[in-house]
């Protein structure tokens, strides 16, 4: 790294030293962007990396909600508008009770690159709450939602600041969430937010579409490498949203998935996992991935979600949350012949785990761009909502895989051109970068 990119980050170092998801984030993306830097020094010249570090604004509001013995309680709500630079700000919503603005800034700024490199218009933002959706009922989401929605209603808008879900944030939040703001707004605006149910102007296939495009992007990968899914051997993290539709989309191509989790434990089901039985579970009845090997015989549940890395498999789609490989998991991977990780979660590996996947030669899809079917999809949302006209399945589904293949390819080429070849996580950070970059150049020194 170069005397300019040290110095930013020797400062974001120093002011977010309590906040080591983000500094993690932006030393990974700094990294890989000297060559840029040495290439075009009118960047250095306006300080365009300190700016890119800085989101334009981060707020912080009291979500007051009543459970259903009418006992109030009080939790924090955030949104970072990280970088409105190239359209109005993008990013989801989590719900969980270990968030807190560390986390809420780190998925922000990764937001920020990825949103660039679906190449649609849209800037990069995060937002959530550390609320513990885990054993609430629907009216408790409803009143939190509701609360939280007051509390926001005022900062967003669809030509503002679109959110949409992230964990602990599906279709039933969303749509209380837009009951709220509509409520409040007394429009019709739905393109406030994404992730909508059908009914009210949701995309077909946004729900399938983070796992999904995860499965375009690392065909892609794959075959530029000789190789596919078709036969392999897939291990899964998260039952959640991510790693539902990663599995349908993996085993569809043909791979066999034997093992899927949550933050408890995993279940191993060498026969192929049962996805039928994890939507009933996780999509219906809200339940613990536990029960599956209760209603699978022939499936095995270990307490404990790090262990499902010390599966054999071929290939590796971490679905769950950050930092969840780390070294000794990525060592595991590789000493059971894993060929590639590509990351459905957002930053899913350790900087150390990256390091063992390199040396190792592994091929390697990072979260920025493989996961970034979602965003782009709720980009598609967004477009439909603009010409109140709604797109079959197949059409939207089309537009994403042919959105991850450019994408795939702009990683690849920005990696090529910036003497990196293959590594995809550099070419990434460096045509997400050159967007947002440029723009920013494009507007002068404000
Ligand atoms: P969900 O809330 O639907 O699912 C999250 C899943 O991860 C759950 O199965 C949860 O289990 C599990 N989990 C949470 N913590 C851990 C842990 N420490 N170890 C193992 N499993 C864990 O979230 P999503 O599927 O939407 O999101 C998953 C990841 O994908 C996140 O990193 C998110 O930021 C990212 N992402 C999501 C997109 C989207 O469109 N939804 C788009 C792009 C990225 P439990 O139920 O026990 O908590
Ligand atoms: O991390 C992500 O890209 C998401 N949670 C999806 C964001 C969105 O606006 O669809």
New binding site residues.
């Given amino acids: 790294m170069n005397a300019y990119l040290a110095s930013v980050l020797e400062n974001v170092k120093t002011k977010h030293g309590n906040e080591p998801e983000f500094v993690q984030t932006v030393e990974e993306v700094l990294s890989s962007l000297e060559p840029v830097i040495e290439k075009h020094p009118e960047y250095e010249k306006v300080d365009l990396l300190g700016r890119m570090v800085e989101p334009e604004r981060m707020f912080t509001f009291r979500v007051v909600w009543c459970d259903d013995n009418g006992q109030w309680h009080t939790n924090r709500g955030w949104r970072c508008q990280f970088n409105g630079a190239i359209g109005p700000y993008k990013g989801?919503l989590?719900f969980q009770k270990n968030v807190y603005e560390g986390i809420i800034k780190f998925?922000g700024f990764e937001q920020t690159f990825k949103n660039s490199l679906t190449g649609l218009p849209i800037g990069g933002a995060k937002g959530g709450s550390d609320f513990d959706p885990a054993g609430k009922s629907d009216a408790e989401v409803m009143r939190f939602c509701q609360s939280f929605m007051t509390a926001l209603y005022r900062y967003i808008g669809p030509d503002v600041d679109v959110p949409?879900?992230?964990?602990?944030v599906?279709g039933r939040e969303i749509g209380y969430l837009y009951g709220q703001y509509r409520r409040l707004k007394g429009v019709w605006e739905n393109g406030v937010l994404t992730g909508k149910g059908l009914s009210y102007g949701g995309s077909l296939a946004r729900k399938e579409a983070?796992g999904y495009g995860l499965c375009y992007f690392t065909d892609n990968m794959l075959r530029a490498n000789g190789r596919s899914f078709d036969g392999a051997t897939v291990v899964i993290?998260?039952?959640?949203?991510?790693?539902i539709y990663a599995c349908e989309k993996a085993t569809q191509l043909g791979a066999r998935v034997v093992a899927m989790?949550?933050?408890?434990g995993y279940v191993y089901d060498p026969a192929g996992i049962d996805l039928d039985l994890v939507k009933q579970l996780?999509e219906v009845e809200r339940r613990r991935i536990r029960e599956y090997a209760e209603r699978h015989p022939g499936a095995e549940y270990h307490e404990g979600?790090r262990d499902i890395w010390s599966i054999p498999c071929d290939i590796a789609l971490p679905?769950?949350?950050?930092n969840?490989i780390n070294e000794a998991s990525a060592k595991l991977l590789v000493q059971n012949g894993c060929c590639a990780v590509a990351e459905?979660?957002?930053m899913?590996s350790t900087p150390e785990a990256i390091a063992v996947y390199r040396a190792a030669g592994l091929l390697f899809a990072p979260a920025k761009a493989a996961?970034a079917g979602?965003?782009a999809t709720s980009a598609l949302e967004m477009s439909q909502n603009s010409m109140r006209f709604s797109w079959s399945f197949e059409e939207v589904d089309n537009r994403l895989r042919h959105i991850m293949t450019d994408l795939y390819h702009n990683a690849a080429n920005a990696a090529e051109a910036y003497g990196m070849p293959g590594d995809l996580a550099a070419g990434a950070n460096i045509a997400g970068f050159l967007k947002v970059g440029d723009a920013m150049l494009a507007y002068g020194v404000v």
């Fill in positions: 989801g989590r998925l949409a879900g992230d964990m602990g599906g983070t993290s998260g039952s959640g949203n991510v790693a989790s949550d933050s408890a996780k979600c679905c769950a949350t950050q969840e459905g979660a957002n899913p996961n979602g965003v």
